[in-house]
C-alpha cells in the first residue's frame, strides 16, 4: 500500500509528515529506554540490589532473542488487531516495562520486565516504523524513513543522559517513573492523532490495496525464504550489523588505553552525533539513488574507517575514523525497507520486514561475544577488528548481487 503518487509528498500541510513526527517519537522512546538505556539499568540495578552483572546482562540478550521471535509475525498482528492497537499495546507495554524496572525487587521481575520490553519493540519497533511509512510515502520515502529513525539516535544523545542526571538529584526510581510519564504524555496524543493507514485502508489478511488499486496477495514466510532476493538483502545487513554491534560494543574499551577515558567518551559522543547527520544527508538523496549501491557504499566507508582505525594511534584521526564510522551506522536501518519495497513490492513489505528484522536481530546480537572472544584469544583487538573489516567488505559485496533482476513477489 503505497500513498497516491498525486500527492504532493514534498508538501508540509502533507498528512504523512505528522505520521513521521509520530514515528520519531516512538522510535526516540523505544530505542532510548530499549537499547541505550540498558546500560543505566545495568549499573543502577546491580547498585541497588547488589546483583551480579552476568544476572541483568543475560536478561538483555533474553529480551533480544524474544524480540528477534516476537518481530516475525508483525504481520499478522497488523492484519489481526489493526495498526494503532498494535502500537498502543507496544506503548502499554513499554511504558509497563519500565515502571517495573523502577520498582522491582526480585529477579524474576527483571525478566518480566525485559519480556515486556520485547512486547514493546514489536509494537513500536523499526517494522512498525517501516511499514506505516511505506504506505504514506512513494517519493520521499527515504527521507521519511531517514528522520522518523533519527529518533533512534536522539534516544541515546538525549534520555540516557537525562536519566542518568535525573538519577543522580532524585534516585533511579523517580527518574524511570518520570521518564515513563513523559513518555505516555508525548507518545499518546500523537498516536492517537496522527497514525493511520493512508485513506483509511487497513492491513487485512490476505491480502491488501496495492498501487494499481487490485488486491495485493500477501507473501509467505515460506515464500520469502525461497526468495533470493530476500536474502541477498538480509544476509549482508546482518553481516554489516554482527560487526557494527561488535565494534560499538567494544569501542570505549579499545580506546581508553590509545586515549584515555574522556577522548573515548568523546569519540562515543562524535559517532552518535555523526549517526544523526548521517541520516539526514542520506534522507535528503536516497530517494533518487540505488539503495544496494548506497548500501555498499556505506558498508565500504565502515571497513575503511575500521581500517585506519587500527593503524594509528594519534587522537585526531582516532576521532575522525569514529566520526566516518557513525555517518553510516543509523543508515544499516534505512537501507532494508527501502530495497524490500523496490524489490519484494508493498504485499511482501511487512512479512519481508518482520522475517528480515529477526534474522538481522539474531545474527547481530552474538557480534559483541564473536569480538570479545576473538579478542581474548589474541590478546587485543587488532585481529578482532581486521574480521569485522573483512565481514563488512563481504557484505558490501553481497548486498551488490541482484539474483533475477530484483524481480518483485508482488507488484507494488
Known amino acids: 500500500m503505497i500513498a497516491a503518487t498525486s500527492v504532493d509528498e514534498s508538501s508540509l500541510s502533507y498528512r504523512g509528515w505528522r505520521v513521521v513526527l509520530a514515528c520519531f517519537l516512538m522510535a526516540f522512546f523505544m530505542f532510548g529506554f530499549g537499547l541505550y538505556g540498558q546500560g543505566v539499568y545495568l549499573a543502577e540495578l546491580q547498585r541497588a540490589h547488589g546483583w551480579p552483572g552476568t544476572l541483568v ?19 499478522d498482528l497488523l492484519a489481526r488487531i489493526g495498526l494503532r492497537a498494535l502500537i498502543l499495546c507496544g506503548l502499554s507495554a513499554l511504558g509497563a516495562s519500565t515502571v517495573l524496572l523502577a520498582l522491582m525487587q526480585t529477579p524474576w521481575q527483571l525478566y518480566l520486565a525485559y519480556a515486556l520490553m520485547s512486547v514493546g519493540w514489536t509494537g513500536m519497533g523499526t517494522v512498525v516504523i517501516a511499514t506505516v511509512l511505506n504506505s504514506w510515502f512513494d517519493r520521499r520515502r527515504g527521507l521519511a524513513l531517514s528522520l522518523a529513525f533519527n529518533g533512534a539516535t536522539c534516544g541515546g544523545i538525549i534520555l540516557v543522559p537525562l536519566l542518568l542526571s535525573l538519577t543522580g538529584r532524585i534516585g533511579f526510581r523517580s527518574a524511570m517513573l518520570a521518564a515513563t510519564i513523559v513518555m505516555v504524555v508525548l507518545v499518546l496524543p500523537v498516536v492517537l492523532g496522527f497514525i493511520a493507514w493512508p485513506g483509511g485502508a487497513s492491513l487485512a489478511s490476505p491480502g491488501r490495496s496495492s498501487g494499481a488499486g487490485t488486491a495485493a496477495p500477501a507473501q509467505s514466510r515460506k515464500a520469502l525464504l525461497a526468495n533470493a532476493a530476500f536474502w541477498t538483502m538480509v544476509l549482508p545487513i546482518a553481516i554489516a550489523l554482527l560487526a557494527q554491534m561488535g565494534f560499538i560494543i567494544h569501542q570505549v574499551t579499545f580506546l581508553e588505553p590509545l586515549i584515555g577515558r574522556a577522548n573515548a567518551g568523546l569519540a562515543v559522543t562524535i559517532m552518535a552525533a555523526m549517526a544523526v547527520v548521517g ?22 566507508s565502515q571497513a575503511a574507517a575500521l581500517f585506519v582505525l587500527l593503524q594509528s594511534t594519534n587522537p585526531t584521526v582516532l576521532l575522525a575514523c569514529c566520526a566516518v564510522y557513525g555517518f553510516s551506522i543509523g543508515n544499516m536501518i534505512t537501507f532494508p525497507p527501502l530495497i524490500i519495497q523496490r524489490e519484494l513490492g508493498s504485499a511482501a513489505f511487512a512479512a519481508a520486514m518482520g522475517l528480515g528484522t529477526s534474522i538481522s536481530g539474531v545474527v547481530s546480537a552474538f557480534g559483541p561475544g564473536i569480538v570479545g572472544l576473538v579478542r581474548s584469544f589474541t590478546g587485543n583487538y587488532t585481529t578482532a ?12 559485496g553481497i548486498v551488490l548481487w541482484r539474483p533475477g533482476g530484483g524481480a518483485k513477489l508482488a507488484a507494488s
Do not use: E, K, N, Q
Open 57 to 75: 546482562s543475560t536478561a538483555s540478550t533474553f529480551s533480544f532473542l524474544l524480540t528477534s521471535v516476537l518481530v516475525i509475525f508483525t504481520d
Open 279 to 300: 541520516r539526514l544527508s542520506l534522507g535528503l538523496f536516497v530517494d533518487r539513488l540505488d539503495p544496494r549501491l548506497a548500501c555498499a557504499a556505506s558498508m565500504t
Open 385 to 396: 577488528f581486521a574480521m569485522c573489516v573483512l565481514l563488512d567488505l563481504v557484505a558490501a
